[in-house]
């Protein structure tokens, strides 16, 4: 990354002060244009045309960034969002869905930093990743612009991705052993990238003076800068096709679409309080469990979250902001509540209680790197509580981690190179169907980064990449199988391993009589033969040559309904597949039909 005086198109109007065409409070259009009547036709057309819009951002960035990460696995995402109090409006079908909770809070983080220091001007940009204040973690980068019509604010375009490396004691930014955020890399609040639409030369330095592949997250930035570009453009078109007033009409019209059919779902909902919980492995640093407690209590149309029995903030890195928390829940109760548009609207009905301070939600400077695990465990218990309310969407743990793993050296010519990827496992058994094989977590819809554009990208060789037998929960339906991966360092001077995984010593729990899967394995090659984590599932320091190799047996999906149950059909399929071995089908399912290692 370098310095640059890049023009950002813009139109440039006079400076304008935030909250001109506000709308009544709690409103999800914009401005007191929203009054403005819009038939149902027309809705459905602009809910596909602005939905598009999104899609497009996506897609721009996925096409643009220089990082595997977004480029490949899409961890990444755009929407439109609120004047004035940063509610999510429109989101795209491809984005990171976690991100789509939190961005309505890093909104309104620049909304708030607006209020107190003035000064926001058409062609303006803001840029920041502070997890504490909208984020979710450092390597996250939020953009954020608005949008202004006729000398009034009308609504903001906001974009994220994650970002390749930005410092911190471990290449990558999953840094295992950090006990403040100040030992993952560099912590950036709400700044002005662009300025009246000129990029700010200063700005760019500090973050390329901040990390170990600098040219990656220009390529990034510029990214997403040309997805805004794209936003800005398409959104104007259609506010000029249209009018700014049956657009900001059609905003509320979803936001209360959203909240109705959200109070019908809950309303379906047995009234009472559904108790349920979970543990993390460690934290990192102490080889103790954490809980992720849930209490869900259903009163007509109205639900409450209450995570007050959770576990208090650890030393380790897997604490996770207040907004992160609300934004896990969101993904949560959007894969229950299919029919539930996905906007602000949906949460009017939710109660959240998180105590200040606990794992849940965490203040500066606790660190959060590893806040993917949290989550996934914070959605299996709204999974597990909404189960005991409704049998009918009982849905077993998925894998519930991502096994963030990072390999770093230097290539023959000196350059740097950082690897970071996720990997895939088994999701849970429901009642309808077994688990998917080797899918990713159910935080997102991002894809596991293929192994040919890993080791085009990076000295690195996938010498094993293939399905996991017997790691599916056994059950009626069984849960998806895990995943076996076994990568060898290529680079002359070897690499440096990281990792922060889960459900290394709890494995992913299956309901309705439904067994649980295997646990996550992680293992390096030394010169004295395989070695393991003494956490299990984090680890950092660990050094290979060229040669050696990191290998990972990911867990699989929780089981669905007595195992005994399962079909005759099913089970030889399973066995044939390779899928369950001679002694798991005999063991498990009471097979009679193999003996021991017929099928293994």
């Known amino acids: 990354m370098q310095r640059s005086a890049r023009l950002v198109k813009s139109l440039l109007r006079p400076s304008i002060t935030l909250g001109q065409a506000a709308g009544p409070p709690g409103a999800s259009g914009v401005g007191p244009l929203s009054s403005v009547p819009v038939d149902p036709v027309t809705l459905a057309v602009l809910k596909g045309r602005l939905e598009q819009i999104a899609d497009e951002m996506d897609a721009t960035l996925y096409r643009s960034a220089f990082n595997p990460i977004i480029a490949e696995a899409r961890d990444a995402c755009h929407g439109l969002y609120h004047a004035t109090t940063g509610d999510t409006l429109v989101q795209g079908t491809k984005g990171l ?20 220091d003035g ?3 058409p062609g303006d940009t803001f840029i920041f990743n502070d997890p504490y204040d909208g984020g979710t973690h450092l390597n996250d980068f939020r953009l954020v612009r608005p949008i202004f019509r006729d000398g009034a604010l009308f609504c903001w375009l906001a974009s994220v991705g994650h970002w390749l490396d930005i410092g911190g004691n471990v290449p990558g930014g999953y ?6 955020s100040f030992q993952e890399g560099v912590r950036i609040p709400p700044v002005k990238l662009v300025e009246a639409g000129r990029m700010r030369g200063d700005v760019v330095d500090i973050l390329a003076a901040n990390s170990r592949v600098p040219m990656s997250n220009w390529g990034d930035l510029n990214g997403q800068l040309n997805a805004l570009d794209l936003g800005e453009r398409r959104l104007r078109e259609l506010l000029d096709a249209y009018g700014d007033g049956v657009i900001a009409s059609a905003f509320e019209a979803f936001s209360e679409r959203a909240e109705a059919l959200m109070r019908a779902a809950i309303r379906a909902l047995p009234d009472g309080t559904y108790a349920f919980e979970d543990v993390l492995d460690n934290d990192g640093i102490v080889d ?15 639900m409450s979250l209450d995570f007050s029995r959770s ?10 902001s207040y907004a992160t928390t609300v934004a896990a829940c969101y993904v949560a109760l959007k894969h229950l509540f299919t029919e539930v548009p996905a906007n602000a609207g949906c949460l009017r009905p939710i109660r959240f209680t998180v105590t200040d301070g606990s794992i849940l939600g965490a203040r500066a400077p606790k660190p959060v790197a590893g806040y993917t695990e949290t989550i996934l465990r914070l959605i299996g218990v709204v999974f597990g509580a909404l189960a005991q309310a409704d049998p009918t969407r009982a849905t077993a743990a998925p894998f519930g981690t991502i096994n963030a793993l990072s390999l770093a050296g230097h290539r023959a010519d000196g350059s740097r190179w950082v690897m970071f990827s996720f990997f895939g496992g088994g999701l849970g058994g429901n009642p309808e169907s077994d688990g998917l094989n080797h899918a990713n977590n159910p935080i997102s819809t991002a894809t596991i980064p293929p192994a040919e554009i890993l080791e085009a990208s990076y000295p690195v060789m996938f010498t094993q990449w293939a ?11 069984r849960g998806g199988l895990g995943a076996t991966y076994e990568i060898e360092v290529l680079s002359p001077g070897g690499a440096e391993v990281s990792l922060l995984g889960e459900r290394g ?8 009589g439904g067994g649980p899967a295997a646990l996550n394995r992680f293992a390096w090659q030394t010169a004295e ?14 050094r290979l040559q060229a040669g050696q190799r990191v290998r990972l047996d990911t867990p699989g999906g929780g089981g669905f309904g007595n195992p005994l149950a399962r079909s005759r059909g099913d089970i030889e399929r399973d066995l044939r597949l390779g899928y369950v071995s001679g002694e798991a089908a005999r063991t498990l399912y009471g097979w009679a039909g193999v003996t021991t290692g017929a099928a293994a």
């Open 97 to 116: 869905p976690v991100f789509v909770g939190a961005m309505a809070f890093a909104v309104k983080a620049v909304i708030d930093k607006v209020a107190r």
């Open 119 to 121: 000064g926001l001007e």
């Open 175 to 180: 840094n295992p052993k950090a006990t403040e």
């Open 288 to 302: 103790e469990p954490l809980t992720i407690a849930l209490d869900l209590t259903v009163d007509g149309d109205t």
């Open 311 to 320: 576990s208090g903030a650890c030393q380790g890195p897997i604490n996770i």
């Open 467 to 477: 399905l996991r037998p017997d790691s599916a929960g056994p059950g009626a339906h």
């Open 505 to 512: 010593k709890v494995a992913p729990f299956g309901v309705a």
């Open 529 to 542: 033969g395989w070695e393991t984590a003494p956490m299990v599932s984090k680890i950092t320091n660990v």
